[in-house]
């Protein structure tokens, strides 16, 4: 049976045939066509639907209907919004790209393997292919532990993770509020910043806000470094006349 995509799934799609009434399109990631209407293209009134789509076009969608008995995926355009789209082709791209260097790695290594297969169950223990990729990166040899990984094309592919693959960075944010009431006001928020930056960068909002942002590998650990700046700060006007608050900014 053919696997068909969850209703409001976001899909990648390149469009088949136009019609004046909508269009058919392939659902690349799932290998079945998804019918776009005319009144899912556009939030307003349509006169002409090429002025909108085109043949070849590729597009990401939202699943708005399945029916599972008759195989049949209605699609929309007008209900994708622009952050949407762009997490899709930036998470589509990394899968695409993981994918290529797997393959390259099992021709280099000029071995019979089953790439789809390789995926599947790269993808069943760690999410996707990019944190597949991510895992070998950490972990090595001990990354292709239950997936049918060809062992002379273990070594390739670490090579060219090594090179080519860079650990994800997560930043964690927060707005923070300064004021010092004292003669030495400015020299003491200097310090005082002069600490926190330590854990983070800090951009200048306008009096008396400011923010900072906090990098690492784990998020945990970014937003750690958030909570010790503000401590920093905090620390550093105790007992001074001054006003000190915070807070996260959710990302």
């Excluded at 951009?203 to 806000?209: C, F, Q, V």
Aim: glycine share 6%; aromatic share 8%.
């Amino acid at each position: 049976m053919t696997e068909l995509p969850e209703e409001n799934e976001l899909v990648i799609a390149r469009v088949k045939k136009i019609l004046d009434y909508g269009a058919f399109c392939e659902l690349t990631e799932y290998k079945v066509d998804g019918f776009l209407h005319l009144s899912e293209v556009a939030p307003r009134w349509i006169k002409n639907i090429y002025e909108f789509i085109s043949e070849g076009q590729m597009l990401v969608l939202k699943v708005i209907r399945v029916d599972a008995a008759k195989g049949q995926v209605d699609v929309s355009l007008k209900r994708v919004n622009e952050e949407e789209k762009r997490k899709k082709l930036e998470a589509f791209n990394k899968e695409k790209r993981a994918r290529k260097i797997i393959q390259v790695a099992v021709d280099q290594a000029k071995v019979k393997a089953d790439v789809q297969k390789i995926a599947e169950e790269a993808e069943k223990k760690y999410g996707s292919l990019d944190n597949f990729l991510v895992g070998i990166l950490d972990e090595g040899k001990t990354a292709f532990e239950g997936i049918p990984f060809p062992e002379k094309a273990q070594e390739i592919i670490i090579g060219i993770v090594k090179k080519s693959v860079k650990k994800p960075v997560a930043r964690a944010k927060a707005v923070f509020s300064l004021k010092v009431y004292e003669s030495n006001g400015v020299e003491l928020i200097k310090k005082v910043l002069a600490d926190a930056e330590k854990f983070g960068e800090i951009k200048y909002l306008g009096a008396p806000r400011y923010s900072i942002t906090a990098a690492d590998a784990d998020f945990k650990k970014a937003n750690k470094k958030i909570q010790e700046a503000m401590e920093a700060v905090e620390k550093g006007v105790k007992g001074r006349d001054a006003e000190f608050t915070w807070e996260r900014v959710k990302k």
